[in-house]
């Protein structure tokens, strides 16, 4: 069974930082891609960031290129989602998620996420003025 537990939203000012963990269970990590996605009241999903955990390659939107950073740890089956220089347009719930990963890119392996439909329970992050 696959599993997706996302940790570490919380209430923070501009310009400050989070970081976002999920621990997935359930699937090879190493021949997946997981991905996170973020959701703001009223507002469509859109896609945030994603991590090859063949490869560790990452893709990001443009929206959060150079302020959000993605690792992961293969052993702890986990990834990290470091998010600095908060703006409040980043307030929304945020979604880890997963797709097959291998012989395509990490914004290939988001392109499928929705389709392939396993979400975390989300996490709420919060920026205020």
């Known amino acids: 069974e696959v599993q997706l537990v996302e940790s570490g939203g919380g209430l923070v000012q501009t310009g400050g930082s989070l970081e976002l963990s999920c621990e997935v269970s359930?699937?090879?990590?190493?021949?997946?891609?997981i991905g996170w996605f973020r959701q703001a009241p009223g507002k469509e999903r859109e896609r945030v960031s994603c991590?090859?955990?063949?490869?560790?390659?990452?893709y990001y939107a443009d929206s959060v290129q150079g302020r959000f950073t993605l690792s992961s740890d293969n052993a702890k089956n986990t990834v990290y989602l470091r998010m600095t220089r908060l703006k409040p347009e980043d307030t929304a719930v945020y979604y880890c998620?997963?797709?097959?990963?291998?012989?395509?890119?990490?914004?290939?392996?988001?392109?499928?996420?929705?389709?392939?439909?396993?979400w975390g329970q989300g996490t709420q992050v919060t920026v205020s003025t």
């Open positions: 998620t997963v797709a097959p990963g291998l012989g395509i890119t990490p914004a290939q392996a988001m392109d499928i996420m929705e389709g392939f439909n396993y």
């Open positions: 359930g699937f090879p990590f190493d021949d997946y891609a």
């Open positions: 991590i090859s955990g063949t490869d560790g390659s990452t």
